[in-house]
């Protein structure tokens, strides 16, 4: 033991106690908290049940997103797949209606100058051209990938046959067998024009309707399309006779003496019209037909005489004519030409031309341009 250790007591130390916490007042008689009800845990039913309900309400909620999800995919290819029907109507319609249309009225019309009538189909031709590099910007569904690639080669056959008629068309209006060699591949560039319209009736349009029927998508109307009007054009001597080349006798002289004819006058029913400045009213009716008449001032009979008229109003170019199969040496002749529809109402010119023929020298007197008012 050290010295510091002996006699020393035990040094105890001890915590002050904690006083009882009370409810109350002075006097420490504050009423005690009521003891806690013991936790009851659910029954291993109970558990199963929200478990279910919970599972439940899980499963609804990822249904409703997976139909809120392919609802919204099935409405977006809905609308592509419309979008795209709309698409082809219109480049089909402006190919048959601004292209084909114009080009056959501009082949019938055999009174222009081969140079003119060259610069005329290759205006078409850059239509065409247009009309074939909108359809390849196109936004193609999946669906319509096999009606998109039978549309370009509609289009395309279009603008190609466009493009080797119009370098035809010089040679073709002039003489001898190089005349008649251009009018022949004329005619065979004709049948892509009516390649053209089978491919599309036959692929384009069955295959856009396969498609939207396959889809349930209903009430959409599906464009025809027809850019020939008929397959009397892939004959040569059609062709001849439309776009005036004198191929077929070209390299036969014209008989001696004085040739030619000379427009004499023009009526529509009653009305018999006067030559611009003076302006004609005429009633707008489906069936408009004029009434031409004019003289052979020559020494010879012709053949095969073409007569045209040709309406420009509103906008439109309305063209019709007829062919007299012969007029008599120095004798009167006539024709009847129904315009073949209704003119819009209003302010129209119309051209009317009987064609040259063969050795005729005064063309100056072919021809009466009127002013014509259409009235309903």
Request: hydrophobic share 35%; aromatic share 4%.
């Given at each position: 033991m050290s010295?510091?250790d002996?006699?020393a007591?035990?040094t105890?130390?001890t915590?002050p106690?904690?006083g009882?916490?009370?409810g109350g007042?002075?006097?420490?008689?504050?009423?005690?908290?009521?003891p806690?009800?013991p936790v009851?845990?659910?029954d291993?039913?109970?558990?199963?049940?929200?478990?279910?309900?919970?599972?439940?309400?899980?499963?609804?909620?990822?249904?409703?997103v997976?139909?809120?999800?392919k609802?919204?995919v099935?409405?977006?290819t809905?609308?592509?797949?419309k979008?795209?029907?709309?698409?082809?109507?219109s480049v089909?319609?402006?190919?048959?209606?601004?292209?084909?249309r114009a080009?056959?009225q501009?082949?019938?019309?055999g009174s222009q100058?081969?140079q003119?009538?060259?610069?005329?189909?290759n205006q078409?031709?850059?239509?065409?051209?247009?009309?074939?590099r909108?359809?390849?910007?196109?936004?193609v569904?999946?669906?319509?990938k096999?009606?998109?690639?039978?549309l370009?080669?509609?289009?395309?056959l279009?603008?190609?046959?466009?493009?080797?008629?119009?370098a035809?068309?010089?040679t073709?209006?002039g003489?001898?067998?190089?005349?008649?060699n251009?009018?022949?591949?004329i005619?065979g560039?004709?049948q892509g024009?009516l390649?053209s319209?089978?491919?599309?009736?036959a692929?384009v349009?069955?295959?856009?309707?396969q498609?939207?029927?396959?889809?349930?998508?209903?009430?959409?109307?599906?464009?025809?399309?027809?850019?020939m009007?008929?397959?009397?054009?892939?004959?040569?001597?059609?062709v001849?006779?439309?776009?005036?080349?004198?191929?077929?006798?070209?390299?036969q002289?014209?008989a001696?003496?004085?040739?030619?004819?000379?427009?004499?006058?023009?009526a529509?029913?009653?009305?018999t019209?006067q030559?611009s400045?003076?302006?004609?009213?005429?009633?707008?009716t489906?069936?408009?037909?004029?009434?031409v008449?004019?003289?052979n001032?020559?020494?010879?009979?012709?053949?095969?005489?073409?007569?045209?008229?040709t309406?420009?109003?509103g906008?439109?170019?309305i063209?019709?004519?007829?062919?007299v199969a012969?007029?008599?040496a120095?004798?009167p002749?006539?024709?009847?030409?129904p315009?073949?529809?209704t003119?819009?109402?209003?302010t129209?010119t119309?051209d009317?031309?009987?064609?040259?023929?063969?050795?005729e020298?005064k063309?100056?007197?072919?021809?009466q341009?009127y002013?014509?008012?259409?009235t309903?």
């Amino acid at each position: 033991m050290s010295f510091f250790d002996e006699g020393a007591e035990p040094t105890r130390v001890t915590r002050p106690s904690r006083g009882r916490r009370s409810g109350g007042g002075a006097g420490g008689g504050g009423a005690q908290r009521p003891p806690r009800e013991p936790v009851r845990r659910p029954d291993r039913q109970t558990v199963r049940v929200r478990q279910a309900i919970g599972l439940g309400v899980a499963l609804l909620l990822v249904i409703l997103v997976v139909v809120g999800v392919k609802g919204c995919v099935s409405s977006r290819t809905e609308n592509a797949l419309k979008s795209y029907n709309r698409d082809v109507t219109s480049v089909v319609t402006s190919s048959d209606r601004d292209v084909g249309r114009a080009l056959f009225q501009l082949l019938s019309n055999g009174s222009q100058q081969p140079q003119d009538l060259q610069v005329q189909v290759n205006q078409l031709r850059l239509a065409a051209d247009e009309d074939a590099r909108r359809a390849r910007r196109f936004d193609v569904p999946d669906g319509m990938k096999a009606a998109q690639d039978k549309l370009l080669l509609t289009l395309d056959l279009r603008a190609e046959g466009l493009r080797k008629i119009a370098a035809d068309l010089p040679t073709a209006l002039g003489r001898g067998q190089p005349a008649r060699n251009a009018v022949n591949r004329i005619a065979g560039n004709m049948q892509g024009f009516l390649a053209s319209d089978v491919v599309y009736r036959a692929r384009v349009a069955p295959l856009i309707k396969q498609t939207l029927d396959d889809k349930g998508i209903g009430g959409q109307r599906i464009a025809d399309s027809r850019f020939m009007p008929n397959v009397s054009w892939l004959s040569p001597a059609t062709v001849a006779d439309r776009i005036g080349a004198t191929a077929g006798a070209a390299n036969q002289p014209p008989a001696p003496g004085l040739h030619g004819h000379g427009l004499t006058s023009v009526a529509v029913g009653d009305n018999t019209l006067q030559p611009s400045p003076v302006v004609n009213r005429v009633p707008a009716t489906p069936r408009i037909t004029f009434h031409v008449t004019f003289q052979n001032q020559g020494e010879n009979d012709e053949s095969d005489v073409r007569v045209t008229v040709t309406v420009r109003v509103g906008g439109r170019t309305i063209t019709a004519r007829k062919t007299v199969a012969q007029t008599k040496a120095g004798s009167p002749a006539e024709v009847d030409i129904p315009l073949g529809q209704t003119p819009p109402i209003g302010t129209a010119t119309v051209d009317v031309v009987v064609a040259a023929v063969r050795g005729e020298q005064k063309t100056d007197n072919n021809r009466q341009r009127y002013t014509v008012i259409f009235t309903r």
